[in-house]
């Protein structure tokens, strides 16, 4: 044996290229590069280390695990290669002694999942303190497996204290980089909101250098504290089956959360905006980048309320993305001045605003003033409630384009019942636009073929413009005559 293969590192760099790449695979699926590596393991002395490293680097707690139990193993392949789904129906829980065999190499796992709740009982009988993974960095859990990984004696007042001289239990996150959360299909997956909240703030407050962070709701305690974590860069947080109001007013004691320092990217996907909103009101966030809101349900006042919360985070200088969904349709909405929240933004290059519960107020002075606050802007589109009329014309539209050379995406409403440009002074050229969405009522768009010229003159990388409905379709028409005439004359061209 070469005398570089006996350097663990060398080894450890030339084995990880057996890895493949990750892909979907059904449950209890060896994949090549796990046998691959169970063969390097067994090869030699010198190779088992490392490959046994590897092997158990990343781990799913499902029927691939589980295949290392002696009694286990013969129940989930008795029908060929692939275990049966139902396999595990009326199987006993692991034993002490099982999970042992289970979790032997548990100190060697860094990334860890647990998500087949159908598997959930059979985990049930081991001990709390039987679940150690000193060297996990990544989790990602369901809600009903947090009760294993929690001792029932662990009480709230210990958390709020939580050091190294408190049991292992309370400090084995301490060391996790990245944790997701996810909540069960069905809404009675787990006890209750309440006791999902309970667990998931409790592991959150337990991990001392997370990077990125992804689950349902937490309580204000876990806000409070992951505000003090100068790791943290990334926030993901609810989904719409746990969503409720905010869980409780704020305490006195925790009113504004310390600054997230380092948190770059924001995002909440939920029913309702009312916790979004409480914890915008109440937080800073200095590094912020990307902001996102998916909820079902955004009333105008709740998005004034949103809006005028971000704008005074502290992100003016930084903040790059916002996005803002709702998909709720009320036509008895009242319209929503948004734009003016926004306009400290000056570093913004990402603006998708999507709101179906109100009308954004929004007409050409409006947008030629958001553009000159937005110099770096690529992807524009704003989509509300006005399905019947824009305020917003050709003339608006084609005065902003040279306002944002940069501009890559642009989805808006236009008023389509006259063509306020003049075919023989055309615009200047826009050569970064690629994707134009332009809804309109549905009129037919009169001089559809002067203004089919003037898009191909002034905007070279639109193919087609996009809208809901056909009010294009006659512009469309002639921009494919004009670009087919012009590849055909360049062929020709070329020919000579």
């Avoid at 003090?228 to 947080?237: E, G, M, Y």
């Avoid at 349709?329 to 998708?352: E, W």
């Amino acid at each position: 044996m070469h005398q570089a293969l006996l350097i663990p590192e060398v080894l450890l760099e030339i084995f990880s290229h057996v890895i493949e790449e990750p892909s979907v695979l059904p449950a209890g699926f060896i994949s090549l590069s796990q046998k691959s590596l169970a063969a390097l393991a067994t090869t030699c002395k010198t190779f088992y280390e490392p490959a046994m490293t590897l092997l158990w680097n990343e781990m799913d707690m499902s029927e691939s695990l589980l295949g290392c139990v002696t009694r286990l193993h013969p129940l989930m392949y008795r029908n060929g290669r692939l275990p049966v789904w139902n396999w595990a129906v009326g199987v006993r829980p692991l034993s002490v002694d099982e999970a042992h065999q289970l979790l032997r190499h548990s100190a060697r796992i860094r990334s860890l999942i647990m998500l087949a709740n159908r598997l959930l009982h059979l985990f049930s009988d081991i001990p709390v303190m039987l679940y150690d993974f000193p060297s996990l960095i990544s989790l990602t859990i369901s809600t009903r497996y947090l009760k294993f990984l929690l001792s029932n004696t662990l009480h709230r007042h210990h958390l709020a204290t939580a050091s190294e001289d408190l049991p292992p239990f309370v400090t084995r996150f301490a060391a996790l980089e990245r944790l997701s959360v996810i909540t069960p299909d069905t809404i009675d997956a787990f006890d209750s909101t309440a006791d999902a909240l309970s667990r998931i703030s409790d592991v959150v407050r337990l991990c001392k250098q997370l990077i990125t962070l992804s689950c349902p709701l937490f309580d204000w305690a876990a806000w409070r504290y992951i505000s003090n974590l100068s790791t943290l860069t990334r926030v993901d947080v609810g989904d719409t089956r746990t969503d409720a109001t905010p869980p409780s007013p704020l305490e006195r004691d925790i009113t504004n959360f310390s600054p997230f320092s380092n948190v770059t990217a924001l995002s909440f996907l939920l029913h309702g905006a009312a916790y979004a909103i409480t914890v915008m009101q109440h937080s800073q966030f200095p590094s912020l980048k990307e902001f996102k809101l998916d909820v079902s349900v955004l009333s105008s006042l709740e998005a004034e309320q949103l809006f005028r919360a971000l704008s005074k985070c502290k992100a003016c200088e930084t903040l790059e993305k916002i996005i803002v969904y709702s998909s709720h349709y009320d036509p008895q909405t009242n319209s929503l001045s948004v734009i003016p929240y926004l306009l400290c933004f000056t570093q913004l290059r990402t603006l998708n605003l999507a709101c179906y519960d109100f009308c954004i107020n929004l007409d050409d002075d409006i947008l030629l003033e958001a553009v000159s606050a937005w110099p770096h802007m690529r992807n524009l589109e704003i989509e509300d409630l006005r399905f019947d009329y824009s305020p917003i014309t050709f003339r608006g539209i084609f005065t902003m384009l040279s306002l944002c050379p940069q501009l890559d995406t642009l989805c808006i409403s236009i008023d389509t019942t006259t063509v306020d440009i003049d075919p023989d002074v055309e615009p200047a050229q826009h050569t970064s636009l690629r994707i134009l969405e332009l809804n309109s009522p549905g009129h037919q768009i009169p001089n559809a073929e002067a203004l089919a010229h003037v898009i191909f003159s002034c905007l070279p990388r639109i193919k087609w413009v996009q809208c809901k409905g056909r009010g294009w379709d006659e512009v469309n028409m002639h921009l494919k005559s004009l670009k087919d005439a012009a590849l055909h004359a360049t062929g020709a061209a070329s020919n000579t």
